[in-house]
């Protein structure tokens, strides 16, 4: 069993950043994938990032490339996501997952284990 804790999240005006954290416990953080989604008001949840176990290999859905970093201290059993040059349409709960697996894509159906999310509000 692994528990998720997501912070970080607020309210921030258009260009400016926000670095969300997730905290885990539970199984051997360092031995699985992790990755964040989010889901805006009336839709679904979309995927956003994901890294693998050793943290050398990440992956992000195009509207994100070049504007958020994902990344883990697996000495702090964490992940992180840096957000910056934010939009009003980043504006979602973003909720941090973990696989069962060292590797992990975009589908929420590779992710067993999900935390409660965290708002992210951008204002224009």
């Known amino acids: 069993q692994v528990q998720l804790v997501e912070s970080g999240g607020g309210l921030v005006q258009a260009g400016g950043s926000l670095r969300l954290s997730c905290a885990a416990s539970?199984?051997?953080?360092?031995?699985?994938?992790m990755g964040w989604f989010r889901q805006a008001p009336g839709k679904e949840r979309e995927f956003v990032a994901s890294i693998i176990w050793s943290g050398d290999s990440t992956y992000y859905v195009d509207s994100v490339k070049g504007r958020f970093t994902i990344s883990r201290d697996n000495a702090k059993n964490t992940v992180y996501l840096q957000l910056s040059s934010l939009k009003p349409e980043d504006t979602a709960v973003y909720y941090c997952?973990?696989?069962?697996?060292?590797?992990?894509?975009?589908?929420?159906?590779?992710?067993?284990?999900w935390g409660q999310g965290t708002q992210v509000t951008v204002s224009s």
């Open positions: 997952a973990a696989s069962r697996d060292a590797v992990a894509g975009a589908g929420t159906y590779e992710y067993a284990y």
């Open positions: 539970g199984r051997a953080f360092s031995s699985y994938a």
